[in-house]
Each structure stands twice: as C-alpha cells, then as structure tokens.
C-alpha cells in the first residue's frame, strides 16, 4: 500500500509570512495526526482529525496555526504569521482507528526554516 | 500532563553487544507502548509494540513492560552499525488520543 505523502520536503520562509503544508494519509486510513518535531526533541502532537472531525487540538497554537480536514481524506496545516520558534519537522501520520492500537505510519516529513 | 522521559544519550554500544534503551512514563492509564527507531533527517519507523506487562520478541528486538513500575525498555540483540539512530518511546492511553512521545535516545553502534 502507499504510504503516507506530504509536500513539499522543505520549505525555507522569512518570519511573518504564511507558509501552508499538505498531507495525504495511506488510503482508508480514518485518523490523521500532525505533528511538531524541533530538532533533538521528540515529535509533539498538534492536531488530530477522525474522519473530516478535531478530536484533539488542545496543543495546536491557534493564534498563528491552522488545519483542515476536508472530505476526510487529505489535510492542509497552515502557518500564519511564521516565528522562528516554527523551525521544524512537520509530520504528518495515519491509523486505521483512532485508538491506534498497532501505532501509526509517519509521512516524510516537511522540514521549515524560518529566518 | 502526560510525560514519558527518555536517557537522551548517546548510548555507545560495541558491535554484537545487547543494546539495553529505557523509557518512563508518568500515566498509569497508559495502555499501549511504542518503540519507532528515527535515522538522522528521516521520519520515524514502528518497531514494536507492546500492551500486557511481560516480554515481548521480535528478531533481534525484545521490547519489556512493567506497569507497576511505569516501565518499558527495548533491548537489541547482536547490535549491528546499521541500528544505529535514536530510538524513541511513545505510550498511548488506548482511548482515542494520540501518541505521547520521550525524546528519543540516540544510539551508537560501534564497529
């Protein structure tokens, strides 16, 4: 089966500019995380959809980040204005359920650099 | 707040030795628990899993829990330079939120 797919691999913006990230999960796949990976830290959940629906976002900041879900399938994580505390790995990642009782599979990643 | 904490390293370990990576949590609701290995610039990959307290193998890899204890290790066997990456522990409550990440151990392998 595919996997999961984000784009694009890189992005490098200047602070305060919007920067907009895209996600595909593995195909049926209900659930779909995003998530925040800094350098030397282990990755930290900032959204979690169940079909097109938030089940959790209470780590996302709201006041600069934003995601959708739409149709339940694919899902954009956007940025605006971009500080440089945002440099880093954006992951994106899928389960079957949303228990995720067999863990989930990550996507490549977006790596941003904001200067 | 959830948090699971991991040795950040490095671990240096010879080649064909045991590998032995330790992870705590502070969740006693934690139902599953996670080991993902991460090469330097890639994302992270499932490993192994584990739900009941005991041992649980899979090749060279042997993942341990003790919730009494909040507890999970991984050991690897016949440590090979290509197991060389940071390991990372996440543990789940088993309801419908997502995986709480430690930070990862960075892992050396020594030829």
């Known amino acids: 089966e595919a996997g999961v797919a984000q784009s694009p691999r890189y992005k490098i913006i200047e602070k305060r500019q919007s920067v907009a990230f895209w996600c595909n999960p593995i195909?049926?796949?209900?659930?779909l995380y995003w998530y925040q990976q800094i350098l030397g830290q282990g990755p930290k959940l900032l959204i979690q959809f169940q079909n097109n629906g938030v089940v959790d976002d209470s780590q996302l900041p709201k006041d600069r980040f934003s995601a959708e879900r739409l149709k339940g399938v694919d899902s954009t994580l956007k940025i605006q204005p971009a500080k440089l505390e945002d440099s880093a790995v954006y992951l994106c990642?899928?389960?079957?359920?949303?228990?995720?009782?067999?863990?989930?599979?990550f996507g490549s990643g977006t790596r941003l650099t904001v200067v | 707040q959830k948090e699971v904490e991991q040795n950040s390293g490095p671990l240096s370990v010879p080649e064909g030795a045991i590998a032995s990576l330790n992870c705590t949590y502070s969740d006693r609701g934690s139902q599953s628990f996670f080991w993902y290995r991460q090469y330097s610039g890639k994302s992270p990959e499932l490993i192994m899993f584990?739900?009941?307290?005991g041992d649980k193998e899979d090749g060279r890899f042997t993942a341990q829990l003790n919730k009494a204890s909040q507890y999970v290790s991984l050991l690897i066997r016949d440590s090979q330079p290509s197991d060389s990456a940071t390991y990372l522990c996440?543990?789940?409550?088993?309801?419908?939120?997502?995986?709480?990440f430690g930070k990862g151990t960075h892992l050396i392998i020594q030829p």
């Open positions: 584990i739900y009941s307290n």
């Open positions: 996440a543990v789940n409550e088993g309801g419908a939120d997502g995986l709480t």
């Open positions: 990642a899928s389960s079957l359920d949303s228990r995720a009782r067999y863990g989930y599979t």
């Open positions: 195909s049926g796949h209900a659930t």
